[in-house]
Structures are given as structure tokens and as C-alpha cells.
């Protein structure tokens, strides 16, 4: 008689493992497709590309003057303070191009113009 009792409680042992795998596979499923489609925000993106440029080279950004996402993430222009002069039309500026993976991290940066502060860009004809 315990014979039966016992394989009872096995099945109902092996249903209830059961029932908490499919739970615990689901809710894997379910958040890896979350994390998957999680995207960053804009503001996420900005914030996350001026505090590792700052980190990573040393400088402080003082603006994004270009943004877009690409196949890769995002890239952003990002204008720098290089070298502060007196006056400080005389300081000198970067523009830095960031790339940013989907996930968030700076993945490369490079500078790509280095100008006076009081400067205009030159027109293009």
C-alpha cells in the first residue's frame, strides 16, 4: 500500500517540477525578450555618451550638436572643451565623434576639428 502512496507522490512530485520549469523557462523567455527589445532612450543615450567620453578622454562636453541612430547604435557629435584660454573666445574647442552600441557603451570616439571658441565655421560654397 505505501507502494501506491509513494508513486502518487511521485507523479505529483514530477508534475509540480514540471509546472516550475515551464515558469522558470518562460519567464527567462520573457525577459530576455525584454532585455532584447529594450531600447535606450535619447536622453539615456546622450547622458550615457557625455559621461564616458568625460571618463575615457579626460574632457567635458558642452553640447551634442549632431545625433542619429545607426545599424551599430548611435553616433553623436559632441563639442568639447579642450583647453580653456583668457578671454574665453580664445579657448580652444573639439568636435568629437561618439559611437555608442545599442546597449549603451562607448564602443569608439575619435576628434575630428579642433577650433577657437569665438570662431565660425568657414561657408561652404
Known amino acids: 500500500m505505501s507502494n501506491t502512496n509513494d508513486a502518487s507522490e511521485s507523479k505529483d512530485s514530477q508534475k ?14 520573457e525577459n530576455g525578450e525584454r532585455a ?9 543615450v546622450l547622458r550615457e555618451a557625455r559621461a564616458q567620453l568625460a571618463e575615457l578622454a579626460g574632457v567635458t562636453a558642452e553640447s551634442v550638436t549632431s545625433f542619429e541612430r545607426t545599424d551599430d547604435g548611435w553616433s553623436l557629435e559632441v ?47
Request: proline share 4%; aromatic share 4%.
Open 79 to 125: 563639442e568639447v572643451l579642450e583647453l580653456e584660454r583668457v578671454p574665453d573666445t580664445m579657448s580652444l574647442m573639439a568636435s568629437y565623434l561618439v559611437e555608442i552600441d545599442p546597449e549603451g557603451l562607448l564602443t569608439g570616439y575619435r576628434r575630428l576639428r579642433r577650433y577657437e571658441r569665438g570662431r565660425a565655421d568657414a561657408k561652404s560654397r
Open 16 to 29: 509540480s517540477h514540471k509546472t516550475q520549469e515551464s515558469r522558470t523557462e518562460n519567464e527567462e523567455s
Open 36 to 44: 532584447a527589445t529594450r531600447r535606450m532612450s535619447p536622453v539615456e
